[in-house]
């Protein structure tokens, strides 16, 4: 990071403050290399994208403090894109090599693609308000081409008029349990989960659709007892975790030590195992699974409608399905 941003040359100030901007580039200096070294000793902050996901060709002054100053679920330039893709951040490790793939088929947008991977409500709602989101202390708008969620948070959306032509379904997903390499808490089922000493993670329904989706996987598996026993009684005790941004959380709390295990998406376990995380996953039974189908659609009044169009029909292209498929999706089948 470069922290000699100055308004005049240092050799025009008065001594004063020279003094007192050396004072500063060290106090900012030290505040990043012992954020480093913790992160480093800690391992797991951040897990993925380590900064690559970020699609634009000129990144000007890099100002990114891990824990303090950063906005890993915002990727690109928001001024004037040439496509504004925002997504549930379901598969948020997936979009740097899916715009990848599709900068290649069309160069003419690389460099200028924005996205967003925020949970699919709030980006639903972020579109719902014209695009303006608020983080921290800075506010900005961008007019959304292409909203990409779950099939029915998509449909739900067209239907209120946020979506202009169909709703287009490409890839599926299913349920795991993710647990720390090793399993040391030994969890096998999804009965496993409500034993008495286990720690768990697990998405909040209040926020995120995939909540729904394992509650109603805990009910096939066990009963409302058992669905009651991780969503009521642990919660209560204080031994489940409830997500608050976004169930990417689990594995950070499972890398921490805070959890012993959570549900979650197989693709997200997939990419944790295969970033070289040390994290499991547990599979559970298709009895007692759940399937999710993602879909997308050009939001109406798209500043790039072309582009949206383009993106939408590669979702389905054998080069993005290639790369849906590394992390544990599957095509959608009618």
Do not use: C
Not at 188 to 204: C, E, I
């Amino acid at each position: 990071m470069d922290f000699n941003m100055r308004v005049e040359r240092e050799s025009d100030m008065q001594p004063m403050n020279r003094k007192k901007t050396d004072i500063m580039k060290g106090w900012a200096m030290g505040l990043v290399l012992s954020l480093v070294a913790h992160a480093a000793v800690a391992g797991v902050y951040p897990p993925w994208s380590e900064g690559k996901n970020n699609p634009v060709a000129e990144r000007g002054l890099e100002f990114t403090v891990p824990e303090v100053d950063n906005l890993p679920d915002f990727h690109g330039n928001p001024i004037n894109p040439g496509l504004a893709i925002f997504v549930g951040g379901n598969y948020y490790f997936a979009m740097a090599p899916l715009v990848a793939a599709f900068e290649v088929k069309h160069p003419e947008l690389k460099g200028r693609i924005y996205y967003e991977t925020i949970p699919p409500g709030l980006v639903a709602s972020q579109i719902e308000q014209g695009g303006t989101v608020t983080v921290g202390n800075m506010t900005w708008t961008v007019q959304a081409d292409v909203y990409a969620a779950g099939m029915k948070r998509v449909t739900e959306m067209a239907q209120k008029g946020y979506i202009d032509g169909p709703v287009v379904p490409y890839a599926t997903n299913t349920l795991t349990i993710m647990v720390p390499k090793g399993n040391p808490a030994h969890i096998h089922t999804l009965n496993d989960l409500a034993r008495k000493g286990v720690k768990l993670v697990m998405p909040n329904p209040a926020y995120e659709g995939i909540g729904r989706q394992i509650k109603a996987s805990l009910v096939k598996a066990g009963g409302e007892k058992l669905e009651k026993a991780v969503y009521e009684d642990k919660v209560a005790a204080g031994d489940a975790l409830l997500t608050h941004i976004h169930h990417r959380q689990s594995p950070m709390s499972l890398m921490n030590g805070k959890a012993q295990a959570g549900v979650t998406w197989i693709s997200e376990a997939v990419f944790q195992e295969q970033a070289g995380n040390p994290i499991e996953h547990v599979v559970i039974p298709d009895s007692q699974n759940m399937t999710a189908v993602y879909a997308a659609g050009v939001v109406k009044g798209a500043q790039n409608p072309e582009a949206a169009k383009a993106w939408v029909d590669f979702l389905y292209s054998p080069e993005s399905i290639a790369i849906f498929e590394k992390y544990g999706f599957k095509p959608y089948q009618q």
